[in-house]
């Protein structure tokens, strides 16, 4: 049996901060088992906050200076998690922060150097890991569906409520995944309206009524018309989410009613990709919920309402915050082996392909 220790570093498109998840990923006779041994959310602080959701509109120097910082940042909070548990990693996997993420056009940038990430630690990085399937014409997401085929294949349906919600599934003999729906991104906002950094259980929601006309037109918006691989970013929200949400903010509508029209809108694009792929055996299916939204009571309680399959949310706090952590953690395990770590059939690519830069000295782990 083969046993890797490895730092898993994630920063979501909610931007609450780093999650720092330090796994342990053993391999025996080609089955795959895990345990999150730590895990820690190192928040952002007000500056990098801004830093991060204005980067986008900066100049190109200020981009690439931002890159390289950050990367520096993220080796420091590595180092600092390190010591501070006196963990022996093998090396890190990092996915970096995503500033702009458009397959249309055939690209996407996740910022964090993962050289830099390197020298600070003294450990080997793997990192940008979705240049490669954008060059093969691919979405470049999502990449945690093969995490979710050989760690959580006892599930039939593994849901992630994160900035986005994002759902894999197994389809005969290929495993098919896509974004559903903006879930946590939209909801903090609205929440940070009301003076709370998120919706603390769903509380906002419960309190509030559904605006019906909005959510007839989020429903009808082009990107929930088809069930294929696809993938949205902040771009798709602030052309075609935010002005729809904004026009009724504009007359007036309380922020409680918006909050829980987007609980509902969320919950039933949700639900109508389930049941799309479920079948008429919908009862008998299990779906597993993680990301900062399983705590969403409201949105758990509603989607549950809207879908007869078995949700299921797991009672280990680790599992179910830092569940990507973990599988980027995974990722950067199978690049390191050589072995596929990014599926076609999920993200629209060519081929399939083993992504991830290199940063760093392998030799150890690779004999």
Same mark, same amino acid.
């Given at each position: 049996?083969?046993?890797?220790?490895?730092?898993?570093?994630?920063?979501?498109?909610?931007?609450?901060?780093?999650?720092?998840?330090?796994?342990?990923?053993?391999?025996?006779?080609?089955?795959?088992?895990?345990?999150?041994?730590?895990?820690?959310?190192?928040?952002? +602080?007000?500056?990098?906050?801004?830093?991060?959701?204005?980067?986008?509109?900066?100049?190109?120097?200020?981009?690439?200076?931002?890159?390289?910082?950050?990367?520096?940042?993220?080796?420091?909070?590595?180092?600092?998690?390190?010591?501070?548990?006196?963990?022996?990693?093998?090396?890190?996997?990092?996915?970096?922060?995503?500033?702009?993420?458009?397959?249309?056009?055939?690209?996407?940038?996740?910022?964090?150097?993962?050289?830099?990430?390197?020298?600070?630690?003294?450990?080997?990085?793997?990192?940008?890991?979705?240049?490669?399937?954008?060059?093969?014409?691919?979405?470049?997401?999502?990449?945690?569906?093969?995490?979710?085929?050989?760690?959580?294949?006892?599930?039939?349906?593994?849901?992630?409520?994160?900035?986005?919600?994002?759902?894999?599934?197994?389809?005969?003999?290929?495993?098919?995944?896509?974004?559903?729906?903006?879930?946590?991104?939209? &909801?903090?906002?609205?929440?940070?309206?009301?003076?709370?950094?998120?919706?603390?259980?769903?509380?906002?929601?419960?309190?509030?009524?559904?605006?019906?006309?909005?959510?007839?037109?989020?429903?009808?918006?082009?990107?929930?018309?088809?069930?294929?691989?696809?993938?949205?970013?902040?771009?798709?929200?602030?052309?075609?989410?935010?002005?729809?949400?904004?026009?009724?903010?504009?007359?007036?509508?309380?922020?409680?009613?918006?909050?829980?029209?987007?609980?509902?809108?969320?919950?039933?694009?949700?639900? +109508?990709?389930?049941?799309?792929?479920?079948?008429?055996?919908?009862?008998?299916?299990?779906?597993?919920?993680?990301?900062?939204?399983?705590?969403?009571?409201?949105?758990?309680?509603?989607?549950?309402?809207?879908?007869?399959?078995?949700?299921?949310?797991?009672?280990?706090?680790? &599992?179910?915050?830092?569940?990507?952590?973990?599988?980027?953690?995974?990722?950067?395990?199978?690049?390191?082996?050589?072995?596929?770590?990014?599926?076609?059939?999920?993200?629209?690519?060519?081929?399939?392909?083993?992504?991830?830069?290199?940063?760093?000295?392998?030799?150890?782990?690779?004999?």
């Amino acid at each position: 049996m083969r046993t890797y220790k490895i730092l898993g570093l994630m920063s979501g498109t909610s931007m609450d901060g780093v999650d720092l998840a330090y796994c342990s990923l053993q391999e025996e006779e080609g089955r795959w088992s895990y345990e999150i041994l730590l895990g820690e959310t190192i928040p952002y +602080d007000e500056k990098w906050r801004v830093r991060l959701s204005q980067l986008g509109k900066q100049t190109a120097l200020i981009y690439v200076k931002t890159h390289t910082f950050y990367g520096h940042y993220l080796g420091q909070l590595c180092a600092g998690f390190i010591a501070k548990h006196q963990l022996e990693p093998d090396f890190i996997a990092s996915h970096g922060h995503t500033i702009f993420h458009q397959p249309e056009a055939g690209f996407t940038a996740q910022i964090g150097d993962g050289s830099a990430i390197s020298a600070v630690t003294g450990l080997p990085v793997v990192s940008d890991f979705r240049l490669l399937d954008l060059a093969l014409f691919g979405q470049g997401a999502p990449l945690v569906p093969i995490g979710d085929e050989l760690l959580f294949g006892e599930y039939d349906f593994c849901l992630n409520l994160g900035g986005f919600a994002n759902i894999s599934m197994k389809e005969e003999e290929r495993r098919l995944a896509f974004d559903i729906a903006p879930c946590n991104l939209v &909801l903090n906002r609205i929440a940070r309206n009301l003076g709370h950094p998120y919706d603390d259980g769903g509380q906002i929601a419960a309190s509030g009524s559904v605006h019906y006309e909005l959510l007839k037109e989020l429903d009808a918006l082009p990107f929930y018309q088809e069930f294929k691989p696809k993938s949205i970013g902040r771009e798709w929200l602030n052309t075609h989410f935010w002005p729809l949400v904004r026009k009724y903010d504009l007359e007036k509508v309380a922020q409680e009613n918006l909050m829980k029209t987007l609980v509902d809108h969320i919950s039933g694009q949700i639900a +109508d990709a389930i049941e799309h792929y479920a079948g008429e055996d919908i009862a008998t299916k299990k779906v597993l919920i993680t990301g900062g939204g399983a705590y969403n009571e409201t949105l758990i309680d509603h989607l549950r309402s809207q879908c007869d399959a078995h949700m299921v949310v797991p009672e280990n706090p680790l &599992l179910v915050e830092y569940k990507e952590a973990l599988i980027f953690a995974f990722l950067g395990v199978l690049r390191v082996r050589q072995e596929t770590n990014t599926l076609a059939s999920v993200t629209g690519a060519k081929s399939d392909s083993i992504g991830g830069a290199m940063w760093g000295d392998f030799s150890r782990i690779l004999n």
